[in-house]
């Protein structure tokens, strides 16, 4: 059987990557759709609730830890973040930060589960630190010179660590990585 948190980060990396592809070939409208596609499916979390719908019953079970309180918050966190990134940024820039939540938080979760050894902050682990930088370099050179990839994802990374349920890390790795990247360019 395939171990739970390995699906959910595998949805995450999946439905981010959909996000990412919406949103460059549909620009604006794509951020547009991807807002109410995360609100509806919160809105249908909930009803479930008190009136089970499989399909979305099935993926809250799949996908979504037992003791959420707010079902569906990590997917609308992430297309939120995503969106705003888009809508704030310059399309490059957006576009990396976007690939540092999706591939960083992917990796760092991953990595610090399956091969971390040294406790930086609570839950979080050196190697899931340094895996989800490496792995979000990677993917933000896609639209970024490698200088920059690299601020980004240090950045999103340091973000990653200390995130907790106040402050998610879907929402604020990519517009803090985005941010970055946007002030180097100032100076």
């Known amino acids: 059987m395939i171990d739970f948190e390995l699906a959910r980060k595998s949805a995450h ?8 592809s919406v949103i460059f070939y549909l620009g604006y409208v794509g951020t547009f759709l991807l807002i109410i596609a995360a609100s509806l ?6 009803i479930n609730k008190t009136r089970k719908m499989t399909l979305i019953d099935f993926l809250l079970r799949a996908f979504e830890r037992k003791n959420a309180k707010f079902p569906g918050k990590g997917l609308f966190t992430l297309l939120l973040g ?22 960083g938080d992917t990796v760092s979760n991953l990595g610090g589960k399956y091969f971390g050894k040294i406790k930086l902050y609570k839950t979080r682990t050196l190697e899931g630190f ?12 896609l639209f970024l010179p490698l200088n920059e990839a690299i601020i980004a994802s240090v950045v999103g990374m340091i973000i990653e660590i200390f995130c907790n349920e106040t402050f998610d890390d879907n929402l604020f790795i990519p517009l803090a990585s985005a941010l970055s990247i946007f002030l180097f360019r100032l100076f």
């Open 13 to 20: 990396l999946i439905v981010g990557l959909c996000a990412l």
């Open 130 to 141: 340094l895996g989800g930088i490496v792995f979000s370099i990677i993917g933000a050179q």
């Open 41 to 46: 499916f919160i809105f249908l979390a909930h």
């Open 82 to 103: 995503i969106s705003l990134t888009y809508i704030i940024f310059p399309e490059d820039i957006a576009f990396g930060a976007m690939m540092v939540v999706i591939v």
